[in-house]
């Protein structure tokens, strides 16, 4: 019988997955018990399965309750069917004699088997084992079990709430005041302020006189996978909503140390819309590590001038 196995990290116990009502014994403490579901135990190979049959175990006589073998009682009957003769024109037994046919049919009305129960056991084998968690720590990516009970290696990340999280967060540590609403027609050019609509998401933030994202941060929809791949993930989203943010807040709001703000700013601006078109384009095969360079190339460039200011 193959079975899965877990290890549950965050608990240190192991669990095995019964897909239906099994018998089982622990090899350990040599108890019997129904296995359904989840049982945790010591160890993956304490269980083995118990297989029920059915045998013989006697053949009694209903008057006198005499035991007898079923090896004497198939030799007793062996030896009155000797009597009983074969006609093969007619292809069907029949007695010579009417005494011989009732003993056989006498002998045979007065006994009754008795049956019994044994169990076979076989090997539980796990057919692969998986190391979980239960309960992430995390406010974002949670396991199955937290979500529906089931033991799974799988675990769900709500894409949709830590979006909208990390944006307040960000905009609180840059100190812009949230419009409540979605006020977008309160926003002013210059102030430092912030409004999201009530639907898709981050989608449709306004801040610093724009939109700050594209349709790509519509999210409706969570993701699965493993903790490890979905808290990857996450840190990718939270660095890179963050440096948007960033950007936007260096480009509007940012002091530079020399003289020369409105020209650094004025070239902020060439360098984040030339960066925007080489987005657009779609190159042949041959002229794409082109286009990718010169994205690499404009993205330095911008880092190295936002870099020259200072927050206050």
Not at 145 to 166: L, P, R
Not at 184 to 213: M, P, Q
Not at 289 to 306: G, I, P, Q, Y
Request: proline share 1%; hydrophobic share 35%.
């Amino acid at each position: 019988m193959k079975v899965k196995g877990y290890i549950i990290k965050d608990k240190g116990i192991n669990v095995l997955i019964f897909p239906s009502a099994t018998l089982v014994k622990n090899k350990v403490n040599g108890k019997t018990f129904e296995a359904s579901g989840e049982v945790t135990v010591d160890n993956f190979n304490d269980l083995v399965r118990l297989n029920t049959k059915t045998r013989v175990k006697s053949i009694q006589h209903k008057e006198t309750k005499e035991d007898i073998s079923e090896v004497e009682y198939l030799n007793r009957e062996k030896k009155l069917l000797e009597k009983r003769k074969y006609d093969e024109d007619e292809y069907t037994h029949y007695w010579e004699s009417l005494d011989d046919e009732f003993n056989y049919r006498k002998f045979i009305a007065s006994y009754n088997k008795v049956l019994e129960t044994v169990y076979e056991e076989e090997e539980i084998i796990l057919e692969e084992q998986k190391k979980v968690l239960l309960d992430t720590n995390h406010p974002f990516i949670k396991s199955k079990f937290q979500n529906s009970g089931e033991i799974s290696d799988v675990c769900v990340y709500n894409k949709f709430s830590a979006y909208k999280e990390i944006l307040k967060e960000k905009m609180n540590e840059i100190g812009a005041v949230e419009l409540s609403g979605g006020s977008f027609n309160d926003l002013t050019e210059g102030k430092l302020s912030w409004a999201n609509s009530t639907h898709s998401c981050i989608r449709y933030v306004k801040f610093a006189g724009g939109y700050l994202f594209d349709d790509s941060y519509d999210v409706k929809s969570v993701r699965v996978g493993t903790f490890e791949t979905l808290k990857a993930e996450y840190e990718n989203d939270r660095s890179r909503i963050r440096k948007i943010i960033q950007d936007k807040y260096l480009l509007k709001f940012g002091k530079f140390n020399e003289e020369k703000t409105p020209l650094v700013l004025e070239a902020l601006n060439k360098i984040e819309m030339a960066y925007r078109t080489l987005q657009s384009l779609k190159p042949m095969k041959a002229s794409y590590n082109d286009k990718s360079s010169a994205m690499k190339f404009v993205r330095e460039a911008k880092e190295l001038l936002n870099n020259s200011f200072k927050v206050e």
